[in-house]
């Protein structure tokens, strides 16, 4: 056990765990400008399939996806490391609460991680994580209690969202980071984490909304997870405004994840 500990909290991974928090700061980047795209008319898949095909078609693509994927490997693994080896010396509650989190993390970038391995073993398309979405709900409200988990889930994910505004808001982010000496890099900083927070906050509602909403009305197949949510804001009086604002903040919040990747505070 102790060996494990050793490895998961070498310097060589917490080095490839923070180019984790990059690569998923691109990935959002991607997301954003795809989603202002759509605000204007054009095509895409405004999700992190269709970030990860647009990176997959830039130079060298092959090479930016392989390392792509090790980064957030390395980050799904340091999560694990967290959320098995770490806050044992808190109060209870307080355990649980960090451990949960981090157990969460482990999820997401597991799941990028396993985005991007698609791709770069030519395997992937930019339409996977709608099919993926789709087919998922499909199959889980035909099961005992599906109806129920769905509703909770989609519930979940948007209280979520809920969670990452008042985060934004609350400039919470902060004590996460090692925030530079210079005042105008602090403000900076502080600008991306605020309006990157609030719009990923957004999108997760939309999308935690959209699962439970379609559950309800036993139309599975109109929950496609990020993309979804995205189109389902187009959809809405001055949709289209809401929709390039929204990538606009999505932009930030992936500029705040590659700040992230040199001040965050890694052991805490």
């Excluded at 189109?231 to 990538?247: H, I, M």
Aim: proline share 3%; net charge positive; with cysteine.
């Amino acid at each position: 056990m102790d060996a494990a500990e050793d490895v998961t909290n070498s310097r060589t991974l917490e080095l490839l765990a923070r180019a984790g928090f990059a690569a998923s700061g691109i990935l959002h980047l991607l997301v954003g400008t795809i989603a202002i795209r759509l605000a204007t008319g054009g095509t895409g898949n405004a999700d992190f399939s269709g970030a990860v095909a647009e990176l997959a078609t830039q130079p060298a693509g092959p090479f930016l996806l392989w390392a792509s994927f090790a980064a957030c490997a390395a980050l799904a693994l340091w999560q694990v490391s967290d959320a098995i080896f770490d806050y044992n010396q808190l109060p209870a509650k307080e355990k649980t609460k960090k451990k949960a989190k981090a157990a969460a993390q482990v999820l997401v970038f597991t799941g990028l991680a396993l985005t991007l391995l698609s791709f770069a073993m030519g395997t992937g398309s930019g339409g996977d994580n709608q099919e993926t979405a789709s087919d998922l709900t499909a199959s889980v409200i035909k099961a005992p209690g599906g109806l129920a988990l769905l509703v909770l889930l989609g519930v979940g994910v948007a209280v979520t969202g809920v969670v990452y505004g008042i985060r934004g808001l609350k400039k919470s982010f902060e004590k996460h980071l090692a925030m530079p000496s210079s005042p105008t890099a602090r403000t900076a900083v502080t600008v991306l984490g605020v309006t990157g927070y609030m719009a990923k906050g957004v999108v997760l509602l939309l999308t935690g909304l959209l699962i439970a909403v379609a559950t309800l009305q036993a139309h599975p197949e109109d929950s496609t997870g990020l993309d979804g949510g995205l189109r389902a804001l187009r959809d809405q009086p001055l949709g289209v405004y809401l929709l390039a604002a929204v990538g606009a903040g999505l932009i930030c919040y992936g500029m705040f994840m590659i700040v992230r990747a040199r001040l965050g505070k890694m052991n805490q």
